[in-house]
């Protein structure tokens, strides 16, 4: 058996030193591209897998790749064009384990032993691989792959620096993030716990001890720092470090930590400021110390100092021209494409240096005030999710994670304090170069944020549907195709106008419509009347108050037309017109009137030559509101010229 089991690995062997070599063939010039696939080889896969017998077991093969992966590796470096020969190994070794031809999990054992293999800069080409086949190496068999691959991200992770291997742990968090599920538990802190051990390191001892220390080497009265100061000495630098002690204690008296009276009270000065900055990391990291009132407060007390002293720092730099400087700076530059990732991961460092002579330099720093004000956001943000609103909408969750749902409930003063205080630091990261940018994009993963705390509230519910049935599929089709079938057009759709006019038939009579008299004579006064009294009768019988409104105002504009058609021949009879109405004066004349009218006719007549006269003398004498028959009257006296 063993005997077999060794001609099985030979064969194996040789199988794929064929495959390599038109692997080489392939990618002549070497590198990581092009992929290779079953049918780069032809039909050298499928010869394999119908060979049969004992040369198809898992353990021949694996024997088969690791001889070869380690020969390759014992003799090639990672930056030589022959280490090609292990990329298009792993890529082989890919393709048996798609095919069932291996072990699923054997192309990541392998690489998991290359990466233990190499240097920092090494894996960081290994990854390049890895990035690039992706999709690939996770296409089939996940769930019996998935916890190698875990284990060595986590490894490489404890090997990479978080402060000069920033970029690279960034890598190798997005590849865990796209290769596992969304709703994969597997990096989930379902027990909440934080992070403690990230400890913070500063100088407690306050900064006036250390110069009193520090003076204590030299004697100011001429005396080496070998000889014994005398009593009275000694009486007097107790004496100053008293009243330096009692400047410190009025000075703490003195200072306010509400955030309403803080721009009217003296701000606390760096040196007082320093521990009490510092000692907010210890909350930061565990927030669950907070339940304590006495640590509560002096957390307020302690952020509030904080924010106080950024917001003078900010107008002192506002003031010097600082910021608009820093934001005309950083536009000149302009960053090359290609720039190695090196340059970017030593331009940010997570850790902050915590001496007391660098603090100031610190806090005058935007980038460092926007860190830690995030963290002071994402701390209350906590804070408030312990309120009685908060917990009530947590209460109906069917399945409750009791490892993060805490008993702790924030008091009404406290809660007030809190959403004062958010307020406060959201205005105030809007400050500076691209601020409302940079708070919109600190904001939105916070509130994205809270959908995951809820999720894991709920002890992490599958995201996963089942999926639909071929009757469901079949219906919903059918569905979608009597929503979205063609219908009947309806000849003149609702709302819109006849059309007709554009038809030829039309088209011919067109210019006999344009003919017709009606279109530019202008129409008799008496055209009018039966509309109007058909509008009379409209405003009598309405029935509401729009139906009446509707009437009167056709009614006006007819009223309106036939008037100014009237004012040409009758514009004497407008007197006795009020305000649209009695317009029968207009349509009805009596047998008077219209022998008036045929005297006033004869009265204009050119030929006689008085219709200018008769006209000047009722002008004058004022005969204008005079009767027609007794303008007949006055014409015929006019003859005789006794009219005076």
Known sequence: MATDTLISVHLMTDQLQLLLEKARDIKPAGGLDPLLTPSSFGDAIDQIRSSGGTTLHHAPTEAAFRSLFYGFLSKTSIDDLSFTNIWNLLDIVTIFSHNELCEPGLPFWLIEELLDSQTIDGCRKVFDYLESR?????????????????????????RLSRAEDTVFCGRVFIFLFQSFPLGDRSSVNLRGEFHVENTTT??????KALEATDDMDVDTNGRSHDQEPTSETTSEKVAASGDQTEDAKRLSK????????????????????????????HDFSEPTRLFKPENFEAFKKGLDSTIARFKAVHEELESRGTLRAHEENKRGIKRKRGEGEDDLAAGFNPKYLTSRDLFELEI?????RRHILVQALILIDFLLSLTPKAKEKLSDLVSQNRAVLYSH?????DTKWAVDTRSSVASYLQQ???????????????????????????????????????????????NAQKAYADRRIRTTPLGTLDLNFLSDAECA???????????????DEESFRGPILDDDFEIDMAKNEEEKQLAVSARSS???RALRIASKTKLNLFDRIDDGQNLDVLFKIDSDGDKAHAENETMRDPVDGKAGEIAGKREATGLEALSPPQLVAVSASADDGSVK
């Open 558 to 560: 007819k009223v309106w």
């Open 409 to 413: 409930t924030l008091s009404p003063e």
């Open 202 to 207: 500063y100088d407690e001892t306050p900064q």
């Open 364 to 368: 005058s720093e935007l980038a460092f």
């Open 509 to 523: 009579n067109g210019l006999d419509k344009l003919k017709r008299t009606d279109r530019y004579n202008i129409p």
């Open 432 to 478: 500076g170069p691209e601020g409302k940018f940079y708070y919109r994009m600190v904001d939105t993963v916070l509130s994205r944020d809270k959908n995951w705390v809820r999720w894991k509230a709920e002890n992490c519910q599958s995201f996963e549907r089942p999926p639909f049935s071929a009757q469901e599929l079949i219906g919903a089709k059918g």
């Open 134 to 158: 992706r999709e690939r190496l996770i296409a089939k068999n996940f769930k019996a792959i998935h916890l190698v691959i875990l284990r060595f991200c986590n490894e490489l992770l404890r």
């Open 254 to 281: 003195t200072v306010t930590f509400d955030t309403e009276k803080s721009s009217t009270e003296p701000l606390l000065d760096i040196d007082s400021l320093y521990p009490i900055f510092w000692s907010l990391q």
